[in-house]
Each structure stands twice: as C-alpha cells, then as structure tokens.
C-alpha cells in the first residue's frame, strides 16, 4: 500500500495572505487542491492523509466533497512544528500500515507534482528503502556565517536540493520518530534530515525545477505561469 502523507499544518506569513497559503485560492481553487489531485489521479497512491493546521479540518472536508478528492481518508491533527506534525501523522498510522507499505510525505504547497517524480518516488523506495525527490544545483554555492560574506565555495557535485516527495518504507519511518524521541533530537523539519541526523544514508529519485515549493509572493507567479503555460498546451 502507498499512502501520500500531505503537510499542510503550517501558516506562514511570508505569502502575506489573510490565510494560510495552502488554503489559498488560485484561479478559483484552493492551492491545497491542486496538490491533491495530483496525488488522487495517480493509480499508484491507494490513500491520501493531510496533517492539517488546526481549525480547518471542515474546510478541507468540504473541498475534498467538492473536487471529488475520494482518497482522502484521514485528516489529522499537526504538532508544533514539521518534526512533530509528521511523527503525529506517521503514528496515527500505526493500526493501517504494514512495515513494507510506503509514505510518501509531500508539501501541501508545492502543488505542480508530476505523476513521473510520484512514481519514480515509490519505484526507489521500493529498491533502495528510500526515494527524495531531488535536482542537481545549478548556483553557485558559497559558504557564509552570516549571509553577508563569504570565501569559501562549494562544489556544485557535491550538492542535491531535497524537495518532497520523500517516501520511505512505513516501518522504517516510524522507527526514525521513535529513534529521535529516545535521542533528545527535535526541530527537524523534513523526515530527510531527521534520517541524516540518526545515520542514514538517503536515496534519491526524480526531482523538477518545476515542484516549485509556494513560500513568497514569487513562488506564487511562479505557480500561476506554469498553469497557464500547462493550460496552453492543453489547447493545442
């Protein structure tokens, strides 16, 4: 079984909204949906879990009736940070997965996820216990203390940018969250880092530039741009 575990606890201020940005509207649908469709159309996702900002479980609930999101099985609670959010949804799943069954934990904010970068998430996992979509760095990367100055730089073929979705096996999921209460580790915002900080070695699998992840005004023309140029070729 692959369950897509959907992030959409956060409510930033950065996209200088009224409400949370996952639940914004663009072009007369909710961000958040974008997301899920994606995820409901592909065949190999059997289930969809949100861990959801506090207070908006209903919304969420009604705009799943409205656009027919009909994998959307669980609607969770978050925690008070990204860490925390996705150990709570990881372990409201304990009595419905297996060890072998794979989470794929997505922004709900980064709403252009392709089929291909979904399915080669699970095709990895599967292989290598692990699957993070991920891209080559192009910039130039320059080590700095204080964003200010720098002099030392850094190889560009050493770097990877993480996105999401990040899917791992169930069981071993879980074990991370349970490893890192006993070990004291907190503030870990994405299950990657969390997996480097307990000693284990990543996998990755097919990134995009275009799983643009929506934190700024930008991100969002960014996002607006790639729909029209998808509606464009849509029409010819």
């Known amino acids: 079984m692959n369950i897509a575990m959907i992030l959409a606890g956060g409510c930033g201020s950065r996209t200088e909204q009224d409400i949370p940005k996952q639940f914004m ?13 994606n995820f409901e159309r592909h065949p190999d996702i059997d289930g969809i879990a949100v861990v959801c900002l506090e207070g908006w479980h209903e919304v969420l609930k009604a ?9 959307l099985n669980w609607i969770l609670d978050g925690g008070a940070d990204g860490q925390e ?13 297996e060890n072998d069954d794979i989470i794929l934990v997505h922004d709900a904010i980064r709403p252009f996820i392709t089929e291909e970068v979904i399915a080669d998430a699970i095709t990895k996992c599967g292989r ?11 910039e130039t990367i320059v080590r700095t203390d204080d964003g200010k100055s720098g002099s030392e730089g850094i ?12 899917a791992y096996k169930y069981g071993k999921a879980l074990w991370a969250y349970e490893e890192a209460d006993k070990r004291g580790i907190k503030g870990e915002v994405y299950i990657n880092t969390l997996m480097l900080r307990l000693g284990e070695t990543v996998y990755f699998s097919k990134g995009t530039e275009k799983n643009v992840k929506i934190t700024t005004i930008d991100d969002l023309e960014v996002f607006k741009a790639l729909l029209n140029m998808e509606r464009e070729d849509w029409m010819k």
């Open 85 to 97: 959010s996705t150990h709570k949804g990881i372990t409201a799943l304990r009595d419905v997965c």
């Open 63 to 71: 705009y799943a009736r409205q656009y027919g999101i009909s994998k």
């Open 25 to 37: 509207n663009v072009y007369d649908k909710p961000l958040i949906i974008y997301t899920l469709e």
């Open 128 to 138: 290598k216990g692990s699957g993070l979509s991920a891209v080559r760095c192009q």
């Open 155 to 166: 190889s560009r073929q050493e770097i990877m940018r993480v996105q999401t979705p990040q």
